[in-house]
């Protein structure tokens, strides 16, 4: 039961978005031709006057999550798959503090469409607190009512793909991006997130260099039933389901990406739901 309660606060991090969580990149190094086949209709692009980045990148991207909100919504405890719900008389809901560390890799394949790939590595902890009301025994009146907090520690993977629109006029720029990720935290079931973002901003240069800062909004659907198992000593099986969610799927940012040649780009990014929870993600990327 402690690692599932881990469980249900990792999920709210978005930190597979980790996510969620790359700077835009249409970059201001001009290419005057094409290194590689892609990206497709690269050509066209440059003869009407636009800049491409660089096709090909990979990169680190470090995030630190903190303080979301997650409810769990119901809790099925039982034995040899025959399963009841506890959430008549017991309320959890927990915060998390999340590490997570992924590579990137990516590639434009058109002037304006980005893919990418992510795995990595999850750390966290989390605070939950379990509030349990009972009746009294017997016919007595009224109920029993105590709390308890109990702090747990999570390691898992995760591996994601996603992709990235762009577009931009002059200085303007917009983005929306959408990944989709998978996590083994050690339970029966992998996690799944689904984490879309819109991004749009300023792009130009200072002092020859590339720079982008932008103001965006997210949605990080990462609820999930988080399932597990124990082995009792007389051969029996204790099960546990609990259905979990963010209290708020919506988490909003600001950042900023500096390009000091064509090749090496470092973004900073930081965000807050206004629940509670804040990020900050931060990577460099280079580009070939």
Do not use: C
């Not at 991004?199 to 200072?206: F, S, T």
Request: negative net charge; hydrophobic residues 40%.
């Amino acid at each position: 039961m402690r690692r599932f309660i881990s469980a249900a606060a990792m999920l709210s991090t978005g930190a597979f978005a980790v996510a969620q969580q790359s700077a835009p990149d249409p970059a201001q190094a001009t290419t005057p031709r094409p290194k590689h086949r892609l990206p497709l209709m690269a050509e066209e692009a440059l003869a009407r006057g636009h800049e491409l980045p660089q096709t090909f990148g990979t990169g680190a991207i470090l995030t630190y999550l903190d303080g979301r909100k997650i409810e769990v919504t119901d809790v099925r405890v039982g034995l040899d798959g025959d399963q009841d719900s506890v959430s008549d008389y017991a309320t959890l809901g927990s915060t998390s503090t999340v590490f997570n560390a992924n590579f990137r890799f990516d590639t434009w394949v058109l002037p304006f469409l980005n893919v990418y790939a992510l795995v990595g590595y999850v750390h966290n902890d989390s605070d939950t607190t379990v509030h349990v009301q009972i009746p009294r025994p017997g016919n007595l009146p009224g109920s029993l009512e105590f709390d308890t907090q109990v702090d747990t520690s999570l390691d898992g993977t995760v591996a994601g793909l996603g992709m990235t629109l762009a577009a931009g006029y002059k200085w303007f720029f917009m983005v929306a991006d959408f990944n989709y990720n998978r996590a083994d935290l050690g339970f029966d079931d992998e996690f799944t997130a689904k984490i879309g973002s819109i991004r749009a901003g300023w792009q130009g240069k200072v002092n020859g260099r590339g720079l982008q800062t932008w103001l965006g909004a997210g949605n990080w659907d990462t609820a999930a039933t988080a399932k597990g198992h124990v082995d009792l000593d007389d051969g029996r099986r204790l099960t546990f389901e609990a259905d979990q969610r963010p209290a708020t799927n919506w988490m909003y940012e600001v950042g900023v990406n500096f390009m000091p040649t064509p090749h090496w780009q470092l973004f900073a990014d930081f965000g807050a739901d206004f629940e509670g929870g804040y990020f900050a993600v931060l990577g460099p990327t280079y580009r070939f």
